[in-house]
């Protein structure tokens, strides 16, 4: 059975976020922090915050949808909120 990540990553120039989904979660770290992603290459090093695993792609889209929503942002700093400075 395939597995779907939906990860947050940290940017360590800048803290700034970015949510995305993979079947490859360690091969997807590697391309973020290597330049190979356009919307990830300005703001490295990436380091991953925090990931979820779906067993189907449909699930992993929509939490994906989710957690980039205002709602799952504050369910990620609520989540989160023992590692993040605020």
Do not use: C
């Not at 120039?13 to 989904?21: E, P, Q, R, V």
């Not at 290459?41 to 449909?58: G, N």
């Amino acid at each position: 059975m395939e597995k779907y990540y939906v990860y947050l990553l940290v940017s360590l120039m800048d803290n700034s976020w970015y949510i995305g989904y993979t079947s490859n979660l360690d091969e997807r770290i590697i391309q973020h922090n290597s330049g190979r992603t356009i919307t990830t290459s300005k703001k490295m090093p990436w380091e991953i915050l925090y990931y979820e695993v779906s067993f189907t792609k449909q699930d992993a889209i929509a939490r994906e949808k989710y957690l980039k929503s205002g709602m799952g942002r504050r369910y990620l700093k609520n989540r989160l909120k023992n590692q993040l400075d605020f």
